[in-house]
């Protein structure tokens, strides 16, 4: 399919999406019509912080998610690193001969390769108000074009802003007012319930479940879930 194309009707799709699942469906297919296996979109944390509180949709495999979030690889992840200054779509292996890059830096990519993503793209995504997000896809060697790479800064820019529409992230509206189901999803959370255990409640997907805490921690300024429940409480959103 021409890569224009691609983008156009990504697009055309994702404006009837009212899901966040739904978007995630459609990035997924469109990364397999490249040649990925796997994505992510997430806003970028500043420096120091987890990753957890940050992640808006995951096509990873549940292994290396967790594994990436409980040695906070997103310190040290090069990917990361170069987004927060790019401006362009800029691929893994660029980053990889880098010369200068630590051995803890190197483990990450490693580590990466080990589930499958040799290679990769990073989409920059640069919104209102200083936002920084970024869409990765990853999978096998890369072979895109600098048409195809466009294309993806495209479907990036388009994907990161509709997620954020999606579950009310405004950055007009006041940074602790969240919306229904994020508080939602933020209550059971405060009772002890994991992100599957609040996707059965609520008859949604674990993903959705995990956007929304994001989403959540993001306007309570916290840096976890964990974070964002005492702010909760803090601020009487959870009683």
């Known amino acids: 399919m021409n890569p224009l194309t691609a983008a156009l009707e990504f697009v055309e799709?994702?404006?009837?999406?009212?899901?966040?699942?739904?978007?995630?469906?459609?990035?997924?297919?469109?990364?397999q019509s490249f040649g990925f296996t796997s994505?992510?979109?997430?806003?970028?944390?500043?420096?120091?912080?987890?990753?957890?509180?940050?992640?808006?949709?995951?096509?990873?495999?549940?292994?290396?998610?967790?594994?990436?979030?409980?040695?906070?690889?997103?310190?040290?992840?090069?990917?990361?690193?170069?987004?927060?200054?790019?401006?362009?779509?800029?691929?893994?292996?660029?980053?990889?001969?880098?010369?200068?890059?630590?051995?803890?830096?190197?483990?990450?990519?490693?580590?990466?390769?080990d589930y499958g993503m040799y290679d990769g793209v990073c989409v920059p995504?640069?919104?209102?108000?200083?936002?920084?997000?970024?869409?990765?896809?990853?999978?096998?060697e890369v072979r895109l074009n600098e048409r195809e790479i466009s294309v993806l800064h495209l479907v990036g820019i388009y994907a990161s802003n509709k997620v954020r529409e999606l579950v009310g992230a405004n950055t007009n509206r006041p940074r602790h007012r969240l919306t229904p189901r994020e508080l939602e999803c933020l209550k059971w959370s405060a009772a002890g319930k994991t992100s599957w255990e609040i996707s059965q409640i609520l008859n949604i997907s674990q993903h959705?479940?995990?956007?929304?805490?994001?989403?959540a921690a993001r306007k309570l300024h916290a840096a976890n879930r964990t974070h964002a429940v005492a702010e909760g409480f803090r601020l009487g959103l959870i009683r």
């Open 125 to 140: 995504v640069h919104g209102l108000q200083g936002y920084q997000g970024m869409l990765i896809f990853g999978g096998p």
């Open 39 to 113: 994505f992510c979109l997430a806003a970028i944390p500043e420096a120091g912080a987890s990753f957890d509180g940050s992640i808006m949709l995951s096509g990873w495999r549940p292994e290396w998610q967790q594994r990436y979030l409980d040695r906070d690889y997103v310190q040290n992840d090069p990917i990361v690193a170069k987004a927060r200054t790019a401006s362009r779509p800029f691929l893994w292996s660029s980053v990889a001969r880098d010369r200068n890059l630590t051995a803890a830096a190197q483990q990450v990519l490693s580590e990466a390769r």
């Open 208 to 215: 959705t479940a995990d956007w929304y805490l994001a989403s």
């Open 13 to 31: 799709s994702i404006n009837n999406e009212e899901t966040p699942d739904g978007v995630s469906k459609r990035i997924a297919e469109l990364g």
